[in-house]
């Protein structure tokens, strides 16, 4: 039976653990932080990821993690309401879009993947460096509590997200797409009205886009887009100041909602953004997957989903070459990563390259974007969206090609 190494314990990596963990491959997850509130990450996941949870098996034990169904979503213009799209229960079956605790979910999966003996999981222990013989990767170099310390296996996977050291230690070349946009967000407590009406909002306006989420805490999430940046110029101004153009924009509910809370509450943290892809995800025994290798900006909330599917792929093209009697074939290691990427890329680059219009067309055009959103409502009111819409729609939600577990 073959071994792997697993720098970063988020989706990507909780997943493919689990999964190879689950087939006696013996697995080590490496993760920089103790538990999992420490590091920021998306929370919304879509059909394409949610699919992935149920072809793990894990679908019954996953609903009792916190989280919130998404039916329906308001589009404000210039603070007025002019449409709403309830997601179609036939359409999404048990997989309608959710809002999910990330810190509860990676626990979970993490707990999940250490029901089976041949996975072990190293909070507070971040990876360094690369270990390399005659050319091949064969571990990693980490500090932890006690130290330096030494992993070695058959396969390195680089599921460190962002800023993955993986990557750059194996100097993989790297594409960065602009993004003109950073992201304030913050949670407030949630308002009667969403209560009653628990339906997620965005509010559109010039050069300006705010989504606003009831979550599985009680509370509202407020994600504030605004030009990279720029927050730094908002936070001169004052964080009441900051409130105040945030109200202005949205509709009376909210933004009595917004006053009422005060900037004291807010909390808000920025978030930058950031759209890359590796043009080569492997070397000789490790590979990258996740945000290691396609950072994915919020735009349509992709990131979880795609972190999920290459998990499942890579289980898919792994496990046959490490649940082997004797020692793990090196060439096969290698194709099976090179398998992986090329099953990979084209549903990523197609997802990123979507990714990158509505942000073009809400910062560099802003006139355009009130107009499209116009255009948009009153199409979308009269159940006539444009089949180019749906398409995207569905590639979004949905993914844009199978990806079904075998393993
Ligand atoms: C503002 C914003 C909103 C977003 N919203 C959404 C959304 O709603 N839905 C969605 O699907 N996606 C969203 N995303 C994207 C999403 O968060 C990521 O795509 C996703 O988390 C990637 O998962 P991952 O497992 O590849 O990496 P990550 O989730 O980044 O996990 C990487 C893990 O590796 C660990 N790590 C890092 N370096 C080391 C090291 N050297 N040693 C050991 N461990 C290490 C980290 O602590 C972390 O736990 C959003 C992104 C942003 C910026």
Redesign the pocket.
Known sequence: MGSVVI????????ALAFLLARRGVGVTL????TD?A?????????PG?LQMIQQMGLWEAYEAVPQVELRSVEMFVGGRRRARVDFDPVVMGDVAPR?VS?PHF?EWMVAEAGKHPSFRLERG????DLLRDHGRVVGVR?VGPEGERDYTADVLIG????????RRRAGLPVHEDATPMD?V?FKLPRPGFMARDPHSRVYVGDGHLMLVAPVYDDRIQV?WIIPKGGFGRVRERGMEACLEAMARHVSPDLADHLRATGAEAMEPFL????SDRVTEWSRPGMMV?????H????VG???????LR?AVSAANHFIPVLTVDGAVAAAAVDRASRGVESERVPEVSLIQARQAVPPRILFSQRSAAGLVMRLGAFFLNRGLAPPLVGRLAGEFFFGVNEVRLEV
């Open positions: 720098a970063g314990a988020g989706p990507g990596g909780a490496i993760e920089r932080h999992f420490r590091e920021f990450r998306g929370e919304v996941l879509l990821g809002w990330q990676l222990v971040t990876v360094r980490c599921a460190d997200g962002r800023s993955s050291v993986v992201i967000w994600a978030l930058s953004t950031i997957i996740g945000d290691a290798a950072t994915m900006s919020p909330g992709q990131g979880l989903n795609h972190a290459d």
